[in-house]
């Protein structure tokens, strides 16, 4: 990653903006959001790439201390996917999410609390986001 940074480093002009946008590994939540409320069903296994998430961090840090990029400002937010079924969740996190995991358990009681929701029920997962913006230090 500090590889890719440097390259990034070098295409920029002096004195741009790198973006750092990325949801954060864990556990997040999935809900079964309907006319009668928001049910908590379980949680989507990411802690797989928790080890992406530090190195990616790490990298910044090293770019950073090289003097190459410096923070100017860093927040976080929740970022919200919905699917109208859960078979178009699943088929999403297969395809997009290919480190994640569901447990059984949780398909299960989303797939109760979507026949329960009723009619308009979807099914939600959120992660928390991170965005920092550096910039390009150097000529």
């Not at 009668?36 to 840090?61: P, Y």
Request: net charge negative; hydrophobic share 45%; no cysteine.
């Amino acid at each position: 990653m500090v590889h890719a940074l440097r390259e990034i480093w070098r295409v920029l002009a002096p004195d741009s903006l790198l973006l750092d946008l990325r949801p954060l590994s864990g556990a997040w939540p999935v809900e079964v959001v309907g006319a009668g409320g928001v049910m908590v069903t379980g949680h989507v296994d990411e802690s797989e790439d928790i080890a992406d998430d530090r190195a990616a961090d790490a990298a910044l840090a090293a770019v950073e201390r090289e003097g190459l990029f410096v923070r100017e400002r860093d927040g976080d937010f929740d970022f919200s996917w919905y699917w109208d079924s859960l078979d178009e969740a699943q088929a999403y996190i297969a395809e997009k999410w290919t480190e994640a995991r569901v447990p059984e358990e949780v398909l299960a009681e989303t797939q109760r609390q979507m026949a329960r929701a009723g009619e308009g029920a979807r099914v939600r997962a959120t992660a928390r986001v991170v965005i920092s913006r550096w910039r390009r230090l150097g000529h």
